[in-house]
């Protein structure tokens, strides 16, 4: 899908993010369209999940500005991000353990509740923040029709994104987080993002230490997402799942973003090949662990 045909869902501009001398993010921009499928690749450190950071409002940038459906984020919120219908998984996954795995997925619709937490707009002034939370206390003991109601298209919801994962997740829905494979643990946390309903996904290497066929099986269930025309950013460092799935790719060097275009454009490039996979033969040489992934062989079925 070309990006220039439709207005981008997603639009960054100019952000930068420095850790004292370190230029982890250096001026990136790009575009994502509506139902595309872009990945963003490059060496280790080269800024790709501070980017997804800043993007998803857990960082403030040092400038820049990312919009939704052409509306500006507040910078370093994340709560404007999760409301304007950005979700995110993360790079090391997080879940709570001691949570079901239904809740761990529930958790991420409390936010959009609202007859069950009524007054949220009164949380923002500390002497009336009592309030909103004394509502959903007693709306938690006593709840209304309305809130039942809410209650039971909740629960839908998290059937539904169980479901996706069929046998993995579906049948340990009761069960503590903390009983789970990694695999798992991942699988709860992009199915918590995808409860959310989002408007743009981005997983930072939701395949990261999963086996091959753990990651063919990620692969499979992003080209369902993709072809349901779910708007994806991935940040991957495995190339065949990026090559099979990608509309575009973008590759970052030094917080740069160094080239831009499709899977096959992105293999043949010059600048990448130095930077990225020159590089990476190079560590390989060395042995280096991380580097090895990129090598491994994943099937992805088509969309
Ligand atoms: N909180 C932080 N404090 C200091 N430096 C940081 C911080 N976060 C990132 N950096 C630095 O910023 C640079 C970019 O890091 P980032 O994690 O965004 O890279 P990456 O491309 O995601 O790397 P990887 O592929 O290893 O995950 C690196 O030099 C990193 O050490």
Do not use: C
Not at 176 to 203: D, F, G, H, Q
Not at 211 to 239: C, F, P, W
């Amino acid at each position: 899908m070309s990006e220039s045909l439709l207005d981008p869902v997603l639009a960054v501009r100019g952000l930068r993010k420095s850790f004292g001398g370190v230029h982890a993010v250096d001026g990136v921009e790009f575009s994502v369209a509506p139902g595309e499928f872009v990945s963003i690749i490059g060496p280790n450190g080269s800024g790709k999940t501070t980017t997804v950071n800043l993007i998803s409002g857990l960082l403030r940038p040092d400038a820049g500005t990312v919009e939704v459906a052409g509306q500006r984020l507040r910078s370093g919120s994340q709560e404007a991000a999760a409301g304007a219908g950005i979700a995110r998984t993360f790079q090391n996954g997080r879940v709570f353990g001691s949570l079901t795995v239904r809740e761990n997925v529930e958790i991420g619709l409390h936010t959009t509740l609202t007859t069950g937490r009524p007054w949220q707009s009164l949380a923002r002034f500390p002497l009336l923040r009592w309030l909103p939370l004394l509502a959903e206390t007693a709306l938690a003991l006593v709840p209304t029709p309305a809130v039942r109601a809410e209650r039971r298209a909740t629960d839908a919801l998290v059937d539904t994104q169980l479901a996706r994962f069929s046998e993995r997740l579906a049948p340990r829905a009761e069960n503590n987080a903390y009983t789970l494979s990694y695999a798992n643990r991942r699988r709860t946390e992009i199915a918590r993002a995808l409860a959310l309903r989002p408007t743009v996904l981005l997983l930072d290497e939701p395949a990261a230490g999963m086996n091959q066929t753990e990651t063919a099986e990620v692969g499979q269930q992003l080209a369902e997402l993709k072809a349901a025309g779910q708007t994806i950013v991935l940040v991957e460092h495995k190339l065949e799942l990026v090559n099979a799935l990608s509309d575009r790719v973008l590759v970052l060097d030094e917080g740069r973003v160094i080239a831009e275009g499709t899977p096959e454009q992105i293999q043949n490039d010059e600048r990448v090949i130095e930077a990225y996979l020159g590089r990476r033969r190079a560590r390989t040489r060395v042995g280096d662990a991380v580097a090895e992934t990129g090598t491994e062989k994943v099937t992805v079925g088509a969309d």
